[in-house]
């Protein structure tokens, strides 16, 4: 009896310390830091305006600028072209606009161009939006860590109630019947 509560408890804290090293470097293992993907951008300049524009899923913002001084460009016309497909864009504020794609971009290089008229003055603006879509997080390291943890604590486990059991196949029976 004396034997079974020891080995129980025994089996239990060898549980437990491999429990608190596979998490006591949680933060510090080797795997690379998770980044955060930014919204694809692109800027087309000209000697009289700027275009920003950032995508957001099927969502695009567009931002409308002079480039001598960086202020909005006001009462402009904005045609816009992504892929070779004409947007339809809508004026939201000063010198800020709004359009849906079609669908998401596809990986790769798109081209952009954009027709601006703001009143005497007008510039076709182009350039490439290049894209990328994020890769697969990988697991964890942690994960791994704990997986080899849990196995060994397995392992250790087996050995420990194998070691029991074979302790107490070959002891001898002392007593009997009363």
């Known amino acids: 009896m004396y034997h079974h509560v020891f080995l129980s408890r025994a089996l239990a804290c ?14 510090h293992d080797d795997a690379p830091a998770a980044q955060a993907s930014a919204a694809p951008r692109f800027a087309a300049v000209s000697e009289q305006f700027e275009l920003v524009g950032v995508i957001d899923g099927r969502r695009l913002s567009l931002y ?16 816009l072209e992504v892929g070779g497909k004409p947007l339809a864009v809508t004026q939201v504020a000063e010198g800020e606009y709004r359009a849906e794609l079609a669908q998401p971009l596809a990986d790769g290089e798109t081209p952009v161009t954009a027709t601006v008229i703001a009143g005497a003055d007008s510039d076709l603006l182009a350039t490439d939006i290049d894209w990328h879509a994020p890769a697969a997080e990988p697991v ?38 009363a």
Request: cysteine-free; overall charge positive.
């Open 14 to 27: 060898l549980l437990g310390v491999f429990v608190l090293s596979t998490s006591a470097h949680e933060g």
């Open 64 to 79: 409308l600028d002079h480039a001598a001084d960086n202020s909005p460009v006001r009462a402009a016309q904005l045609e």
């Open 140 to 177: 964890p390291a942690w994960s791994r860590k704990r997986l080899a943890a849990a196995a060994g604590a397995a392992v250790l486990a087996l050995a420990v109630l194998w070691a029991w059991r074979s302790r107490r196949a070959a002891s001898p029976r002392v007593g009997g019947a």
